[in-house]
């Protein structure tokens, strides 16, 4: 029977002051790193730093356990680099096309065999002297398009001379002969594969079946799968104990980790890593690793910016010690005699890029053939922005550890108390606790596509932007400027996503799977790899669903215009029968204001029959542009359309019946198509109601989360994740006093039906690549062509500014 362990004896102790034990230096050595994330949690990363390259992903320890080996699997420039773990640096780092996680030492540590990704092949590195050379590769298939996808892989060259290798598109365990680099078998394993460990007696090839909750045992003699064991939700990361005798494998959206018993196949117990006992998904347990005696388990967990520490000497008995804060978003954890070993996938920071995406040396840029990926970027892509890093952290003893501890609920924001109660004021339109009443009883939440702060807004003397960045100011998007200058202009709300496959999940569900979190880059960096997001491919979906689901649960009812829903059909199974069919989904050649009426037609239709959902989704997605496709329209035209949309949509709803029981929220998926000074993170968002403030600044540091989790307490609804639990609520742009105005849209300033010239660099450069999905074209060459065409010239080289150096200002509320 499955036991669950929960941390409430931790819980308890951490009640503690932080100078517990008088460890001084520990607290001030934690607090000299201390750094603030746009997401509103916190980091103090403990340890000694090595920078890594874009997003490692595996980190794996020779059997001499003189080397580490790590891949680094991003956006930009993919590299596998060697380590040094005595030295803590690198002797080594070589850039690879196109990888993705798997890696293996052989048995005399002297070959690499490393995933090649789409490339659909296994590289073979020689290993000598600490430097790296490329010897051999091992074909499964063609490249990309072909599906294959290779994950987790891992070599038997003593035995019988086999590797083995998982698969993420074609799902599936290929057993491969050494010798003769042949394909042997492919065995099904019925959804994505993660990763693959031999046992110590090489008898045994455990898989995690990523896209199920189960782990698969193959028996290397039988040639065939003898076990099927039921673990949680995204199986990933396995360990095993010395004598093979106990397994653990990290469930990245169940926030635990089930322990095996090998000899039986049966999960004896799981282990529960998050912060809080029964939290909802948002930790993301992604790394397991063993300590040297086997006692202990480190288990990493990607969202909660940590590390869980359990004894677990006495399998079955297995308790709760405490956690480490290390960096952000880590990947892998690894134990070498006393020392811990982690990979922060995103670094130690967020960072603003107010060089990029608008390049100041354009022509260069634009000149470049796509193809290069290994050529260095300088434009400030957010995609490419955050290098890793390779933690090396002293195992703690109990007092160190109990610091540790207080030191990661310290840096988080969410905790079991805010799933029901949230910050706020009394009376404020915005409740404080899940149930309570509001004034207002429609919300409509609408979706635009990829703009920063600066981008949009940054004309706008008020708030805190910079003009030199600001792309679509005023004249551009009128509606959006009076929107804020009527109601409320937030300059310092932040997307929780990087680009639009993790973003409209975080839009619609507060979270982004490891799955998203982890293969989004690869298909961006233009190294295959499908899309993912948006109820595309299973897998990706949240383990509780999406803001429909929410709504389901708790009898809200809810409509969708566009958002999940592809030519009048739901991409997931909440929407189904609440899509609005005659509503034209993604898709740049039809206007936002045909969508205004599309949408209005509807909208009339449910009033006169009083079937108004409380919750509707919209998608206004033209302010995306198609850069300067040869006849299309203008980037300038496009987003002008999509203000225009905006302004007719605010204005239809303030003038109709139920106005005075409505708040409007719109925000950017994701901000990844423009400069912003303060971090690349930070995009526009408006709230528009009765009960919004009138010509008000808020200066509140906001989230997509945080917008998520005010509309759940509009409409009764408990928190998804743990994000929008722990995320600021919008009740201070909120006041009791309505004002039932109306909102007067004003028509656009530039001609709609601009057209990009039909021939010049810029018009061919466009026209190879697809534009009939969001982000299909790779963004380094969509913004290059962008800036390029809409300036005509360089751009002046704004000042840049450290996410933390910037002080959001007091409302006078505060």
């Not at 340890?47 to 580490?68: E, R, V, W």
């Not at 952000?328 to 130690?348: A, F, H, R, S």
């Not at 300036?791 to 509320?813: C, M, N």
């Given at each position: 029977?499955?036991?669950?362990?929960?941390?409430?004896?931790?819980?308890?102790?951490?009640?503690?002051?932080?100078?517990?034990?008088?460890?001084?230096?520990?607290?001030?050595?934690?607090?000299?790193?201390?750094?603030?994330?746009?997401?509103?949690?916190?980091?103090?990363?403990?340890?000694?730093?090595?920078?890594?390259?874009?997003?490692?992903?595996?980190?794996?320890?020779?059997?001499?356990?003189?080397?580490?080996?790590?891949?680094?699997?991003?956006?930009?420039?993919?590299?596998?680099?060697?380590?040094?773990?005595?030295?803590?640096?690198?002797?080594?780092?070589?850039?690879?096309?196109?990888?993705?996680?798997?890696?293996?030492?052989?048995?005399?540590?002297?070959?690499?065999?490393?995933?090649?990704?789409?490339?659909?092949?296994?590289?073979?590195?020689?290993?000598?002297?600490?430097?790296?050379?490329?010897?051999?590769?091992?074909?499964?298939?063609?490249?990309?398009?072909?599906?294959?996808?290779?994950?987790?892989?891992?070599?038997?060259?003593?035995?019988?001379?086999?590797?083995?290798?998982?698969?993420?598109?074609?799902?599936?365990?290929?057993?491969?002969?050494?010798?003769?680099?042949?394909?042997?078998?492919?065995?099904?394993?019925?959804?994505?594969?993660?990763?693959?460990?031999?046992?110590?007696?090489?008898?045994?090839?455990?898989?995690?079946?990523?896209?199920?909750?189960?782990?698969?045992?193959?028996?290397?003699?039988?040639?065939?799968?003898?076990?099927?064991?039921?673990?949680?939700?995204?199986?990933?990361?396995?360990?095993?104990?010395?004598?093979?005798?106990?397994?653990?494998?990290?469930?990245?959206?169940?926030?635990?980790?089930?322990?095996?018993?090998?000899?039986?196949?049966?999960?004896?117990?799981?282990?529960?890593?998050?912060?809080?006992?029964?939290?909802?998904?948002?930790?993301?347990?992604?790394?397991?690793?063993?300590?040297?005696?086997?006692?202990?388990?480190?288990?990493?967990?990607?969202?909660?910016?940590?590390?869980?520490?359990?004894?677990?000497?006495?399998?079955?008995?297995?308790?709760?010690?405490?956690?480490?804060?290390?960096?952000?978003?880590?990947?892998?954890?690894?134990?070498?005699?006393?020392?811990?070993?982690?990979?922060?996938?995103?670094?130690?920071?967020?960072?603003?890029?107010?060089?990029?995406?608008?390049?100041?040396?354009?022509?260069?840029?634009?000149?470049?053939?796509?193809?290069?990926?290994?050529?260095?970027?300088?434009?400030?892509?957010?995609?490419?922005?955050?290098?890793?890093?390779?933690?090396?952290?002293?195992?703690?003893?109990?007092?160190?550890?109990?610091?540790?501890?207080?030191?990661?609920?310290?840096?988080?924001?969410?905790?079991?108390?805010?799933?029901?109660?949230?910050?706020?004021?009394?009376?404020?339109?915005?409740?404080?606790?899940?149930?309570?009443?509001?004034?207002?009883?429609?919300?409509?939440?609408?979706?635009?596509?990829?703009?920063?702060?600066?981008?949009?807004?940054?004309?706008?003397?008020?708030?805190?932007?910079?003009?030199?960045?600001?792309?679509?100011?005023?004249?551009?998007?009128?509606?959006?400027?009076?929107?804020?200058?009527?109601?409320?202009?937030?300059?310092?709300?932040?997307?929780?996503?990087?680009?639009?496959?993790?973003?409209?999940?975080?839009?619609?569900?507060?979270?982004?799977?490891?799955?998203?979190?982890?293969?989004?880059?690869?298909?961006?960096?233009?190294?295959?790899?499908?899309?993912?997001?948006?109820?595309?491919?299973?897998?990706?979906?949240?383990?509780?669903?999406?803001?429909?689901?929410?709504?389901?649960?708790?009898?809200?009812?809810?409509?969708?215009?566009?958002?999940?829903?592809?030519?009048?059909?739901?991409?997931?199974?909440?929407?189904?029968?609440?899509?609005?069919?005659?509503?034209?989904?993604?898709?740049?050649?039809?206007?936002?204001?045909?969508?205004?009426?599309?949408?209005?037609?509807?909208?009339?239709?449910?009033?006169?029959?009083?079937?108004?959902?409380?919750?509707?989704?919209?998608?206004?997605?033209?302010?995306?542009?198609?850069?300067?496709?040869?006849?299309?329209?203008?980037?300038?035209?496009?987003?002008?359309?999509?203000?225009?949309?905006?302004?007719?949509?605010?204005?239809?709803?303030?003038?109709?019946?139920?106005w005075k029981e409505c708040a409007i929220f719109i925000l950017e998926d994701d901000a990844q198509n423009g400069p912003d000074h303060v971090d690349a993170?930070?995009?526009?968002?408006?709230?528009?109601?009765?009960?919004?403030?009138?010509?008000?600044?808020?200066?509140?540091?906001?989230?997509?989360?945080?917008?998520?989790?005010?509309?759940?307490?509009?409409?009764?609804?408990?928190?998804?994740?743990?994000?929008?639990?722990?995320?600021?609520?919008?009740?201070?742009?909120?006041?009791?006093?309505?004002?039932?105005?109306?909102?007067?849209?004003?028509?656009?300033?530039?001609?709609?039906?601009?057209?990009?010239?039909?021939?010049?660099?810029?018009?061919?450069?466009?026209?190879?690549?697809?534009?009939?999905?969001?982000?299909?074209?790779?963004?380094?060459?969509?913004?290059?062509?962008?800036?390029?065409?809409?300036?005509?010239?360089?751009?002046?080289?704004?000042?840049?500014?450290?996410?933390?150096?910037?002080?959001?200002?007091?409302?006078?509320?505060?």
């Amino acid at each position: 029977m499955k036991k669950i362990k929960v941390l409430l004896p931790v819980i308890c102790f951490l009640g503690l002051p932080s100078l517990l034990f008088g460890q001084h230096k520990i607290v001030q050595e934690l607090e000299s790193h201390k750094v603030g994330l746009p997401n509103g949690w916190t980091l103090t990363p403990t340890g000694t730093q090595l920078q890594l390259g874009d997003l490692p992903l595996n980190l794996i320890i020779s059997h001499h356990k003189k080397l580490a080996a790590v891949t680094n699997n991003g956006q930009s420039t993919q590299t596998i680099e060697l380590i040094d773990i005595a030295q803590k640096k690198k002797t080594d780092s070589i850039v690879i096309a196109k990888s993705w996680y798997g890696m293996a030492f052989s048995s005399k540590d002297d070959l690499l065999y490393v995933s090649g990704g789409h490339d659909n092949m296994v590289k073979t590195y020689a290993v000598n002297q600490g430097k790296l050379s490329l010897q051999d590769s091992i074909v499964l298939g063609k490249p990309w398009p072909n599906k294959i996808g290779i994950a987790g892989l891992d070599v038997d060259d003593k035995v019988r001379k086999e590797l083995y290798v998982v698969t993420r598109e074609d799902k599936k365990l290929y057993v491969i002969d050494l010798q003769s680099k042949a394909v042997k078998s492919k065995i099904e394993l019925g959804a994505e594969g993660y990763t693959c460990k031999l046992s110590p007696d090489l008898k045994y090839l455990y898989i995690s079946v990523w896209g199920a909750k189960k782990l698969l045992v193959w028996d290397t003699a039988a040639k065939k799968i003898v076990k099927e064991i039921h673990v949680g939700s995204h199986p990933n990361e396995i360990t095993l104990s010395k004598n093979g005798k106990w397994l653990y494998v990290a469930n990245a959206n169940d926030n635990s980790v089930s322990v095996i018993n090998t000899r039986d196949g049966k999960v004896i117990e799981t282990l529960n890593a998050a912060l809080y006992p029964n939290s909802p998904s948002g930790s993301t347990s992604n790394g397991v690793a063993l300590s040297e005696d086997g006692k202990n388990l480190y288990i990493a967990n990607a969202d909660n910016n940590c590390l869980a520490v359990f004894d677990v000497s006495n399998p079955g008995k297995s308790f709760s010690k405490g956690f480490i804060p290390v960096g952000w978003y880590p990947t892998n954890v690894k134990v070498v005699n006393k020392e811990i070993l982690v990979t922060n996938g995103k670094g130690l920071s967020s960072r603003a890029n107010p060089q990029g995406p608008n390049p100041t040396d354009k022509k260069e840029k634009v000149d470049r053939h796509l193809g290069d990926m290994n050529k260095p970027k300088e434009i400030q892509y957010i995609a490419g922005l955050f290098k890793g890093t390779l933690s090396f952290i002293g195992i703690p003893d109990q007092a160190r550890l109990a610091v540790y501890s207080h030191a990661v609920y310290q840096n988080t924001p969410y905790s079991k108390d805010k799933e029901l109660h949230a910050e706020g004021e009394s009376g404020n339109p915005i409740p404080m606790k899940v149930g309570d009443p509001s004034p207002i009883k429609y919300v409509f939440y609408v979706v635009k596509e990829n703009r920063t702060y600066d981008q949009v807004l940054g004309d706008l003397p008020q708030g805190n932007g910079d003009p030199n960045l600001c792309l679509f100011g005023e004249k551009i998007t009128p509606n959006q400027h009076k929107i804020v200058k009527d109601f409320v202009l937030l300059d310092n709300f932040y997307v929780d996503a990087e680009v639009s496959a993790d973003g409209h999940n975080w839009s619609m569900g507060a979270y982004a799977t490891d799955y998203l979190e982890k293969t989004w880059p690869s298909s961006y960096g233009g190294r295959g790899g499908s899309y993912g997001g948006e109820g595309e491919r299973e897998i990706a979906n949240n383990r509780d669903g999406f803001i429909w689901d929410n709504a389901k649960r708790h009898q809200v009812t809810y409509r969708t215009y566009g958002e999940f829903a592809d030519k009048g059909k739901p991409t997931v199974k909440s929407l189904e029968g609440h899509v609005a069919k005659d509503y034209t989904g993604y898709d740049l050649s039809v206007a936002d204001t045909t969508r205004v009426r599309q949408w209005k037609a509807d909208f009339d239709q449910l009033i006169k029959e009083g079937k108004l959902p409380q919750l509707t989704t919209i998608r206004f997605g033209n302010d995306h542009t198609e850069g300067m496709r040869a006849g299309k329209k203008t980037p300038y035209a496009h987003v002008a359309d999509n203000d225009l949309a905006v302004g007719m949509f605010v204005d239809y709803i303030s003038k109709s019946p139920i106005w005075k029981e409505c708040a409007i929220f719109i925000l950017e998926d994701d901000a990844q198509n423009g400069p912003d000074h303060v971090d690349a993170h930070r995009s526009t968002a408006y709230l528009i109601s009765p009960f919004v403030k009138r010509k008000y600044v808020d200066h509140t540091m906001y989230s997509t989360s945080g917008m998520l989790r005010t509309i759940e307490l509009i409409l009764g609804m408990k928190p998804m994740t743990q994000f929008d639990a722990a995320a600021i609520p919008m009740w201070r742009s909120f006041t009791s006093k309505a004002d039932y105005t109306s909102f007067n849209h004003v028509p656009a300033n530039i001609d709609l039906n601009e057209r990009n010239p039909t021939s010049g660099k810029l018009a061919e450069l466009s026209s190879k690549f697809d534009w009939s999905k969001e982000d299909a074209v790779p963004d380094l060459v969509f913004n290059e062509i962008l800036w390029q065409g809409l300036k005509g010239e360089s751009a002046p080289t704004p000042t840049r500014a450290a996410f933390l150096k910037i002080s959001a200002k007091k409302d006078k509320d505060d």
